[in-house]
């Protein structure tokens, strides 16, 4: 990673730790501003009756205009320091949930640092403007103020899409009118959350990244995430604890997953049997679903990351508690393969790990469900 961001997540960790120490404790100082003035000063003691003086130090009134301020406050672009205005007052806190729910989509990557980084010739610190701002590849992100390798930034929506994404949301998109960039209704623009975590994340990220999903999920309606990310967002929906979550998740790198795989093919069985017998699908309450406006999803897996797409059969999760299928309109799997002739073979003669582990994914999405809604894309990536 260049030194620029090193020093930039080392400052915002040094100037984090700092805040712990106590303030030397402050001189006595008389005046209108000393810590023993309070609102009145006395006259000179010689007098027989001191007249109290008020301060004229204090300013009742607003700096400025509540309008005027939501208008420089509609340009903040930081999730961070949107949560941080939202602590300010009751409108600013009205302000601050109004915007998040324009936030109708939602990207989470899971990459590394260090090779995103090496992309990018224009990788730099921006301290001179902000301590928590950061250029990758020409884009402006925010840096979590403490400096752990989180990185996120709102956009408009259907904004800086590839023309290959666009080409594949444009038959859903003509179909259902329901991802639009700008609200008809309202006028207002839609926005769109992108976040980046380090692949090499630890537990103090995971939990910052559980939070931005939390704050943006109630609006969210396209959803693009990756296969880690997603286990992690249903062990969440599960209320294990994290921690512990973060600590399974470095156990079972470590040993043989050949007992876990026996465990995945018992437990899908039975899910797939279970779902056969239903006569009546279990349909939530919309406000119990952890995704209730949900239109699209798709997952992003390769070879490797797959296993994390088998894992949420362990949770104990259904799947009709993220999202009401009546709702949807497209569940896409989006499998990234590094050789060009594995995206050509048939479904018998890909690699059989990663074929059984979406097959168990598939299985708690109840994908038979979804017909035609549901697909399966195989792209080959350098």
Not at 204 to 220: A, D, K
Not at 246 to 262: L, N
Not at 328 to 341: M, W
Not at 355 to 362: A, G, I, K, T
Request: aromatic share 8%; charged share 25%.
């Amino acid at each position: 990673m260049p030194n620029s961001i090193n020093r930039l997540f080392r400052r915002l960790r040094e100037s984090h730790g700092d805040g712990g120490k106590k303030p030397k404790k402050a001189s006595v100082v008389s005046g209108c501003c000393s810590r023993r003035t309070s609102s009145t000063i006395s006259q000179p003691s010689n007098r027989k009756m001191s007249v109290p003086v008020k301060c004229k130090c204090h300013f009742d009134g607003p700096l400025l205009p509540e309008a005027l301020l939501f208008r420089i406050f509609d340009g903040v672009d930081s999730p961070f320091e949107l949560f941080s205005l939202r602590l300010t007052n009751k409108n600013c806190a009205d302000f601050v949930r109004s915007k998040i729910s324009r936030v109708s989509e939602m990207d989470l990557r899971r990459v590394s640092f260090d090779q995103l980084s090496s992309l990018s010739a224009n990788s730099s610190g921006t301290s001179a403007q902000s301590e928590t701002t950061v250029i990758l590849q020409g884009e402006q992100w925010h840096v979590h103020p403490s400096g752990y390798k989180v990185l996120c930034r709102m956009r408009p929506a259907n904004d800086g899409e590839t023309d290959n994404e666009k080409d594949k949301n444009k038959a859903n998109d003509e179909s259902s009118a329901s991802n639009p960039s700008e609200d008809t209704s309202t006028g207002t623009e839609m926005l769109c959350l992108e976040v980046l975590v380090d692949e090499e994340w630890t537990s103090r990220e995971i939990s910052i990244l559980c939070s931005l999903v939390n704050e943006f999920r109630h609006s969210v309606q396209r959803i693009s995430v990756d296969a880690p990310i997603f286990e992690l967002i249903v062990a969440n929906f599960a209320s294990i604890d994290l921690n512990r979550w973060f600590a399974y998740q470095c156990f079972v790198k470590a040993v043989d997953d050949g007992q876990m795989g026996a465990s995945l093919n018992k437990m899908a069985a039975q899910l797939r049997h279970h779902d056969e017998n239903d006569q009546m699908e279990f349909v939530p309450r919309t406000s119990e679903l952890y995704w209730p406006n949900a239109k699209t999803i798709l997952i992003r897996t390769t070879e490797r990351e797959s296993v994390h797409l088998a894992r949420v059969l362990f949770y104990g999760v259904r799947s009709t508690l993220f999202m009401d299928r009546r709702r949807l309109d497209r569940l896409a799997l989006l499998v990234n393969v590094a050789d060009a002739a594995i995206a050509q073979l048939s479904m018998a003669d890909r690699p059989k790990e990663l074929v059984r582990n979406l097959y168990h994914f598939r299985c708690w999405a109840g994908s038979p469900g979804f017909d035609d809604r549901f697909s399966q894309q195989w792209r080959c990536v350098a």
